[in-house]
């Protein structure tokens, strides 16, 4: 069983950053590989990027391309989410996800183990 917690949500400006912070913990973090996904109000959770257990893979939803990396450190077992040039329709909570998958993709039906969120709220 592994617990997720999501930290380093908040309130920010268009155009600041962010970066949001995943700590594993109850269990192996070996072998999972790591995501993000947000929701907005009256919207579907959606995928925002992955990263393997390696870290070799990323895969980055095209909205944030260019914008949002995804790392992780294995040693600390934490997962990352750095977001630049944050815009309003960022607005969501961020939810950390792991999948036991080697390159899961974005169907949240992929991941086993998720956190209860962290709310990022970008106003213009």
């Known amino acids: 069983q592994v617990q997720l917690v999501e930290s380093g949500g908040g309130l920010v400006q268009a155009g600041d950053s962010l970066r949001l912070s995943c700590a594993a913990s109850?269990?192996?973090?070996?072998?999972?590989?790591m995501a993000w996904f947000r929701q907005a109000p009256g919207k579907e959770r959606e995928f925002v990027g992955r990263?393997?257990?390696?870290?070799?893979?990323?895969s980055i939803a095209d909205s944030v391309k260019g914008r949002f990396t995804i790392s992780r450190d294995n040693a600390k077992k934490m997962a990352y989410l750095q977001m630049n040039t944050l815009k309003f329709e960022d607005t969501a909570v961020y939810y950390c996800a792991a999948s036991i998958s080697s390159l899961p993709g974005q169907d949240r039906r992929e991941y086993k183990y998720w956190g209860q969120g962290t709310q990022v709220t970008v106003s213009s």
């Open positions: 990263i393997s257990w390696t870290g070799g893979s990323t």
């Open positions: 109850g269990g192996t973090f070996n072998g999972y590989s």
